[in-house]
């Protein structure tokens, strides 16, 4: 496929260019992951970062995921603190969404080796599209499913307790038991937060003793870039709550522990004249999932081709994106092609959100570099 090629915004580690699949090699998410795991354990599921000095050794790390805090977040005016402590770009996998980055933490593998290969999903057991963060499908209907079992054995956290180290996950106490808590954190210990505050304080705490790995997910980014959008006073305020919450952890972590952050992907806003919103009858013979900004499709190809004219995109074969050696389960959720609409546009189909004031999911900077903070 032909088009851009993509570069770090600052990071002096990696070459100026690289190729538009993102990085599983070297410069991902997927090799922090790894890195954390080889650190702790002397080996991994999957090839740590290319320039491993950049990660200095501990007995223990705290890794702090803010959702939707891509690069260019970083230069907010409330960010200072966070860019202050930018010590690398990376690279979210392919697509740039959380349920696909947040189930490559947890297993150490690219979402061409863990299965889950999108936001909405078609699952062929289920015969339906299926939304993997809620698990309900496009009617709002839920989606029952043995949620534990959905990612391979073991995963990054069944390493980690079998090497001796415990993972634990610091998180609002509203995502304890949801079907995707179930789904990420099997062989995790789940330690509830109330507000910001006790997020820091427990976050601490548990790093003060040696041999963990504690996940702390701070969602509010996320959640107000998607719901008001980046120039918004809740925005501000959201990103104010981020720097606040890793200065606090930084100032007070305990001798031995390593303090890193990154972000399961960035944010890219569309203003309502750069959504393309597809009618129900437009094109029917086609399926669709994924994302706004990476829409998998089935069906006629002579519709994908049409659907792709008329946005200015392109189509692609999304089993080169996910990364090396699919497994049959991930190819099997992949659509025959994925729409890569132009980086100022999103693709509203039947039954996606339309009501968001900013999308991801797609192979833009601004969706793909994530910072690799270091405390």
Avoid at 27 to 38: D, Q, T
Avoid at 226 to 234: F, K, P, S
Avoid at 341 to 347: G, L
Wanted: net charge negative; aromatic share 8%.
């Amino acid at each position: 496929m032909s088009g851009p090629r993509r570069g770090p915004k600052s990071s002096p580690l990696y070459p100026p260019l690289v190729p538009e699949k993102p990085s599983y090699d070297g410069r991902g998410l997927v090799n922090l992951a790894a890195e954390i795991e080889l650190r702790l354990t002397g080996e991994s599921a999957w090839t740590g970062l290319s320039e491993r000095s950049v990660v200095p050794d501990a007995d223990t790390y705290v890794l702090v995921l803010f959702d939707g805090l891509g690069v260019a977040q970083l230069d907010h005016p409330a960010a200072r603190r966070l860019a202050a402590d930018h010590a690398a770009t990376l690279e979210a996998p392919f697509p740039t969404t959380t349920s696909v980055s947040m189930a490559t933490v947890a297993t150490g593998l690219p979402p061409s080796r863990h299965g889950l290969v999108g936001h909405l999903v078609w699952l062929e057991e289920h015969d339906r599209v299926v939304n993997t963060l809620k698990w309900v499908d496009l009617t709002g209907a839920p989606v029952d499913h043995d949620y534990a079992t959905f990612l391979p054995r073991p995963n990054l956290w069944e390493r980690l307790r079998a090497a001796g180290i415990e993972p634990v996950t610091v998180q609002f106490d509203g995502f304890d038991g949801t079907p995707f808590s179930r789904l990420v954190y099997r062989g995790a210990r789940f330690e509830r937060a109330w507000d910001l505050d006790d997020m820091a304080e427990a976050t601490v705490m548990l790093a003060s003793r040696p041999r963990r790995l504690v996940f702390t997910y701070f969602p509010s980014v996320d959640v107000a870039g998607h719901v008001t959008g980046l120039g918004t006073t809740e925005f501000s305020e959201a990103m104010a709550q981020a720097a606040s919450l890793w200065d606090r952890i930084a100032s007070s972590l305990p001798p031995g522990a390593v303090l890193l952050g990154t972000a399961d992907h960035g944010l890219a806003e569309f203003p309502p004249d750069r959504k393309l919103i597809l009618e129900k009858t437009a094109y029917p013979g086609l399926r669709y999932a994924g994302d706004s900004r990476g829409v998998q499709l089935w069906g006629d190809p002579a519709e994908m081709e049409a659907l792709a004219d008329r946005t200015g995109g392109v189509l692609a074969d999304p089993a080169g994106l996910i990364g090396p050696d699919p497994t049959g389960t991930a190819l099997a959720r992949l659509g025959g092609k994925v729409l890569l609409p132009p980086d100022d546009v999103a693709v509203i189909p039947p039954g996606f959100d339309k009501r968001l004031a900013c999308y991801h999911g797609g192979l833009s900077l601004a969706e793909v570099e994530i910072p690799l903070l270091i405390g």
